[in-house]
């Protein structure tokens, strides 16, 4: 029995999609139908990944890649889309495939019957593969906000982004650190900082942090697998990668310093 995982921002469309497959894979075992990237994010980090994902290339709050960023699937994975976008062909070629919205029952046959006929070693290469691109991707992110505007108190406070030493989220807003340790809000959310942020200096550590490469001092070895990133100015709270980035994070760490 295959296990599926769906994630689709559109209701209809989600159920549309789990009737077509149960109609084309009886035997197949619908496990969720989600709606978001933090959903996603949260799911996968707390159940046995499913045999294979349906993912859609926009969500209500962000895109695929924003999943792809945070974790490692590891499972095959083909993508839905409403958009014939150029990029679209690098997924065709590195996932098992992606489906044109409104999906016809014939394509999704044509996939399905494609994941069958892989074995998991080259299933899993593939979704390999694709993180790889994901991760060219983020790094070739045009055009990176350099200046902010925060406010404090009745102004506001001209930075640039090379002040930052991290960014995290307390009670329930962003503050960024500066490198001398002075604390402002920032009126926008990790994600959005996340896309805004040049890449070959700020990383998104988990999804309470994103940390400046001038501010990391020691990387520690922890429980799990997992990396304990200790910074200057030092973080009140501990500052983890977790196992499945702690890949991502030497390659961001080594290949652009």
Not at 28 to 34: G, S, T
Not at 56 to 75: W, Y
Not at 161 to 181: C, E, M, P, Q, Y
């Amino acid at each position: 029995m295959t296990q599926i995982l769906i994630i689709e921002d559109e209701v209809p469309a989600g159920e549309y999609l789990m009737q077509l497959i149960q109609r084309i894979d009886p035997k197949a075992e619908i496990l969720d139908v989600l709606e978001s990237v933090e959903l996603a994010v949260n799911w996968l980090t707390s159940n046995p990944a499913p045999d294979l994902i349906f993912l859609d290339v926009q969500l209500g709050d962000g895109t695929c890649f924003q999943i792809f960023e945070q974790i490692s699937i590891g499972c095959p994975v083909i993508f839905t889309t409403a958009h014939d976008e150029y990029a679209m062909r690098a997924f065709k070629l590195n996932s098992i495939d992606y489906l044109l919205k409104p999906i016809r029952q014939e394509s999704l046959k044509f996939a399905i019957d494609k994941y069958y006929q892989l074995n998991e070693e080259n299933a899993i290469g593939k979704v390999k593969y694709l993180e790889e691109l994901m991760y060219s991707q983020i790094l070739n992110r045009k055009n990176p906000r350099r200046s902010f505007l925060v406010p404090f108190r009745d102004k506001l406070i001209p930075l640039k982004d090379t002040d930052f030493a991290w960014l995290t989220i307390r009670n329930s807003v962003v503050v960024a650190t500066l490198h001398d340790d002075r604390n402002f809000v920032v009126d926008k959310n990790l994600e959005e900082l996340e896309n805004q942020l040049d890449p070959t200096n700020f990383f998104r550590a988990n999804r309470q942090f994103i940390i400046a490469r001038e501010c990391i001092r020691e990387i520690e070895l922890y429980f799990n697998g997992r990396l304990l990133v200790r910074t200057s100015p030092v973080s009140a709270n501990q500052i983890l990668i977790s196992k499945e980035r702690v890949p991502v994070f030497k390659k961001w760490f080594e290949e652009l310093s």
